[in-house]
Nanobody, 122 residues
């Protein structure tokens, strides 16, 4: 069962912009923490931005001031607006939705999408 679906990846020139979307059920979008990760070819998956279910946001230092994460409850989506893109932003971007329901480490709903490719190149 697919819980989250990413879209919006594309080839874009350096300095350009893209907006990624993470679509999920209304229950997930409203109640879960939603995180964008990215993974470059041959690299490790890294956190890009998070919007918590209370609304607080946080960003990796490498994207602060350039990327904005937002939640649209009416559209059941979380967006990642990416501006001033650099070649090092290239990678597969994944949406992750999670919610802890207990104190044990395994007491967590944790859903991943399949990713969307972002390529920043001339």
């Amino acid at each position: 069962q697919v819980h989250v679906v990413e879209s919006g990846g594309a080839l874009v020139q350096p300095g350009g912009s893209l907006r990624l979307s993470c679509a999920a059920s209304a229950h997930i979008i409203v109640n879960y923490h939603v995180v964008w990760y990215r993974q470059a070819l041959g690299g490790q998956r890294e956190l890009v931005a998070v919007v918590r279910n209370g609304g607080m946001t946080d960003y990796a230092d490498s994207v602060k001031g350039r990327f904005t994460i937002s939640r649209d409850n009416a559209e059941n989506k979380v967006y990642l607006q990416m501006n001033s893109l650099k070649s090092e932003d290239t990678g597969v971007y994944f949406c992750n939705a999670r919610l802890r329901f207990g104190t044990n480490p395994q007491d967590e709903y944790n859903y991943w999408g399949r990713g969307t490719q972002v390529t920043v190149s001339t």
